[in-house]
Structures are given as C-alpha cells and as structure tokens.
C-alpha cells in the first residue's frame, strides 16, 4: 500500500539529532495534526512497520544503518504555545524552552525548570522529564495521545510515570499538554529561569555537537552519592576518545562529535567509560541517551 501524502523515503536522520550520527529513516512525515498523525500511526500499524519519533533530537542516538520504520516529526499545529487563564497548553512538538519561555512572559510560575531541557514537550512527557529539582508530573495536568485508533486525553496517573520513562507505547505519540501553573510576576519567573539557565551553562558543555547526558546518575550506594559526571571525572573518562566521538573536556557526561563521528564510534567511547567506572567503583552506569533503530552495542558492553 502506498503511504499517505507527504511521507519521505530515506530520509537522513542525522541532520534532525544534536549529535549529528547515523543513517535514514525508511520513510519519514512532519505531521500537522492529530487526524494525520492518526493517518500515519494506521498505515504504519498495517504495514508492520514500526514507528518512531524525534523531537528536538537532543536526547537521541540513531543507529548507523538507520530506522526501518516510519519517523515522525510533528510540525505546525502540534507545535503551539498558547495560555488559557493559568493553564498553559502546548503542542507535543513544542520546544519545552519555548514553552518555559513563554510561561515567564505571561507571568506564570511552575514550568521554569523547563528551560534547561532541550527537547519537545511530546518527548518531555514521555522521559519524565526533570531538572534542577523541577520535575513534570508536578505541574503536568493532560495530554492528548494519538494512536492508530485515534486520540484521547489522559491524565498524568494514567500515564506510568517513572524515572526517566513512562508507559507509553511504541506506536503512541502526545501530541499536546497542558500544564496547571500558578499566576506570579513575570520578573521574577524571568529571575528563576535565568538563574537556572546560568547553572546549566556553568554545568554543561555548550555549542558543540552532543546528545546531552550520556549516563543516568546511579542509585548503587558504592556511588555514595556521586553524579555520573563526578564518577567518569574521578575514572579518568574526561576527554576520552574513539574515532570521532569523545567525552567532553569540560564535563565527562556529555559525549560531543568532534568531527564526523559514527554512532559506532559514540557507542565505543560510552562502553570504554563505563568500564573505567566499574572497574574503579564497582558502579554500573546505564545510558540516559534513547537510541533509535537496530543499535549494535560493543560486544565489551556488558560488565562481568
């Protein structure tokens, strides 16, 4: 069967992630609005194929051979910003900066901690995503979620919420949120948010080809209470390089491209760091990063 109007064949997907690695996409859409959305989630649902989605690609690694599916990218109308009263709504595809950004503007307080984390709103409610104390499910109040059936609003409980994921399935895609926040003077929403801006630049590398944290920080008590960027830093994992990819100088949890990396070469310097951790702490890290497509992990990957 053909696909829908507007579907893209080999589409390279590296041009849509931060960390600029990785092959096509066998078919690929920019989707304006739940009924296309549900359109593409169907055809895909009949061909067997699965289904994808990349936001502001800054939290993705997409393996060298590409994905074998179809991969969204939501546009247009899915990618709004608007306020009624003290409830913000905003597009799945919607910058969550953006969204934080203007939430301050209009003097609405509780989406601050939004600014340092550079994805969609869509990709944001499915990792759960948190920073500097903020974490979404506070001030989270509905989203709409399209599937090959259609879409439907669900409420946060609804929504498996854990560290770093949800329970959304692989062929569900949000599509908008609301947030309930709480009315305030925007100058001093602007104050919070610039001061956690100012944190995050002290903290992380900037202006440089990367996906973000590489490795979630451990719960294992032999971390005693070390980030994973304080333990890569006391392995030795601060600039560690394999072909094209390294850990940043300046902070060891971030993974930059420095030239024409491959998601081969990404993944060989994340296994070299992990072991240096283990075998310095005993810890185990596991990768923050969401990969996309057949992603062929080292074969030293694994920890004894």
Known sequence: MSPPAGVERDFPL?????????????????????????????WASREGLP?????????????DDGFRGLVLKLAGELTRIEREESTLIAGGGARLPSAAAKAAGWGLAGLEFGVNIPGTVGGAVRMNANAYGGELGEVLEGVTVCSAGGSERRRPEE????????????????????????????????????????RRREAQPSGIKT?????????????????????????????????????????????????????????????????????????????????LGDVRWPDDWELA
Not at 51 to 63: D, E, F, T
Not at 159 to 183: M, N, Q
Not at 216 to 245: I, K, S, W
Request: hydrophobic share 40%; no cysteine; aromatic share 6%.
């Open 14 to 42: 590296s041009r849509l992630t931060t960390v600029r690695a990785g092959g096509s996409a066998d078919f690929f859409a920019r989707p304006e609005s739940d009924g296309e959305v549900v359109e593409l989630l169907g």
């Open 211 to 291: 996906f973000g944290s590489t490795f979630m920080n451990p719960e294992d008590p032999r971390a005693e209470g070390r980030t994973a960027g304080q333990l890569l830093d006391a392995a030795g994992a601060r600039g560690l390089a394999v072909g094209g990819a390294r850990l940043s100088p300046e902070h060891a949890n971030f993974v930059e491209n420095t030239g024409e990396a491959t998601t081969s070469d990404i993944l060989a310097v994340m296994a070299a760091a992990r072991h240096r951790v283990h075998e310095r702490f005993g810890v185990v890290l596991e990768p923050e990063v969401q990969v």
């Open 159 to 198: 929504l498996g919420f854990r560290y770093r994921g949800s329970a959304l399935g692989e062929h569900e895609v949000v599509t908008a949120a609301t947030f309930a926040l709480t009315t305030a003077d925007p100058a001093r929403v602007k104050e919070t948010m610039g001061e956690m801006r100012r």
């Open 51 to 63: 289904v994808g989605v990349v936001g502001s690609g800054s939290n993705l690694l997409v393996s």
